[in-house]
């Protein structure tokens, strides 16, 4: 493959953007490959390559590149009529309509701009609304780029994980291991008094897809409860695409205090929202006090892009066909492995997929999920599943970013760079795809 123009447009872009990107998972080695265009279920790059793309935007794009027409209308109307006012618009309350109407705990919704600010914003309501400063985080759990959950290390050993973050910060920051029932009655233990939420994501997928075990939001969401805590469930990946419109909360039937939503709910356009009870939302300014504000909040482009999004997705089979792909995906990626790859596992549910380096267990053997995951019937080797974020951390995450990545990439598969975050299949995807993704892994493994 020819990539003489993504090489030059990087050489360019080094010298006016930090790392030649505006997000450093985008800086793949030895150089990002610059997209021209989407077509569907593919993406086309500066030199006219052509990509099944399943990063899809790393998840918002639930439809794939062609926006369908009833969306593309909304969107175009929106923006000729002038992008934004800086006043309310209808719009924006339909679309909170919307998710009230699907989302089991959710009654009111702030829209924002971005995942990261969902779940910022979360975070101080969560501690306004409870009087108290520490939350509870899965290690190795994404949040964003937000200093109270930017940290690693564990128990008393939580520090920031980037420079420019006080200390101080992680100080009122517990992480524990995801799927841990121990250490979560451990932490509760200790600092139950102080505790003003767990956030976690319901599904972990930004560490390689990580299913919960049977029962541990039970418990999650019995300790918040008994100790006056909030639950918060980040669903910025798994909100619209796991368990359809009800999302993954649905699906598990564990309903959370707060939800962090981003991604679909904004159809392709920046976005996140915090919905819940009102009881709790309202304590949002100006029904509250807790502060929280934006210029671009409720864009009415985003806003549009993503009620017609979900209308079209409730008015169409999209659900059906993308779990249907996702799950031919797995099946047959479990087959090539099995003979292929046996060390490896195939991870995933409805339209996330992903194969993680290691068939290792927790203590680093030959693993057992021994309480048996919800998933058993969609993920392969369900007893081998990665059972937190530090086992698929300790997986052979160098040889899948230098080798497996560039591989499929020259195989005309466009995944996630890094081990670690999900694969995406969109409407726009066929079953054509997902054998073309399936013969590129058969060779590439
Ligand atoms: N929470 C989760 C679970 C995420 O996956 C992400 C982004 N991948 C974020 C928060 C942050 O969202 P954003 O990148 O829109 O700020």
């Known amino acids: 493959m020819n990539h003489e123009q993504s090489r030059s447009l990087y050489d360019r872009a080094l010298s006016v953007l930090p790392g030649g ?32 793309d399943f990063v899809m935007g790393y998840g918002p794009l639930l439809l794939g590149h062609d926006l369908p027409e009833q969306v593309q209308a909304a969107v175009q109307q929106h923006a000729s009529q002038g992008p934004m006012y800086g006043a309310p618009t209808e719009v924006e309350v339909e679309l909170a309509e919307f998710v009230a109407r699907h989302v089991p ?26 009087g108290r400063d520490k939350i509870v985080v899965m290690e190795g759990g994404y949040h964003g780029a937000q200093e109270s959950t930017l940290v690693e290390g564990s128990g008393a050993d939580t520090h920031p994980s980037s420079p420019g973050i006080p200390d101080s910060f992680a100080e009122h920051t517990l992480t524990v291991p995801f799927n841990d029932e121990e250490a979560i009655h451990a932490v509760f233990e200790e600092h139950g008094e102080d505790i003003a939420a767990v956030m976690t994501e319901p599904i972990l997928g930004n560490y390689g897809i990580v299913h919960p075990i049977d029962g541990y939001h039970e418990t999650l969401r019995d300790l918040t409860e008994d100790h006056g805590a909030l639950l918060i469930f980040d669903e910025v990946i798994t909100g619209f695409r796991v368990g359809g419109l009800q999302c993954a909360q649905g699906k598990l039937g564990v309903t959370p205090d707060i939800t962090t939503f981003g991604k679909i709910v904004g159809g392709g356009f920046p976005v996140g929202a915090i919905g819940g009870r009102s009881e709790i939302i309202e304590n949002f ?18 806003m549009a892009a993503g009620l017609e999004t979900l209308r079209y997705a409730a008015e169409n089979d999209v659900y059906e066909h993308v779990n249907e792909l996702g799950e031919k995906l797995r099946s047959g990626l ?17 339209s996330m997929f992903k194969t993680i380096f290691t068939r290792e267990g927790p203590d680093g053997r030959d693993g057992h999920c021994e309480a048996g995951c919800k998933q058993r019937e969609s993920c392969s080797r369900y007893d081998h599943c990665p059972k937190n974020g530090m086992d698929v951390k300790r997986t052979e ?33 066929t079953e054509s795809d997902i054998e073309t993704a399936l013969e590129a892994y058969k060779a590439v493994l």
């Open 397 to 429: 995450t160098d040889r899948w970013e230098r080798l497996f990545w560039q591989d499929m990439k020259d195989a005309g598969v466009f995944l996630t760079a890094n081990q670690f975050e999900s694969q995406f299949i969109c409407d726009a995807h």
């Open 21 to 52: 990107v505006n997000s450093s998972v985008r800086a793949t080695q030895p150089y990002p490959f610059f997209i021209e265009r989407g077509d569907g279920g593919h993406v086309i790059d500066a030199d006219g390559n052509k990509y099944v």
């Open 285 to 302: 300014t100006p029904a509250g006090e807790v502060f929280q504000s934006g210029t671009f909040s409720g864009h009415p482009v985003t």
């Open 105 to 130: 705990s959710v009654e009111m919704t702030r829209f924002v701009n971005s995942g990261t600010e969902a779940t910022v914003s979360a975070v101080r309501l969560a501690r306004a609304y409870t």
């Open 334 to 350: 479990t087959d090539i492995v099995a003979d292929q790859a046996p060390n490896y596992t195939v991870v995933g549910t409805d």
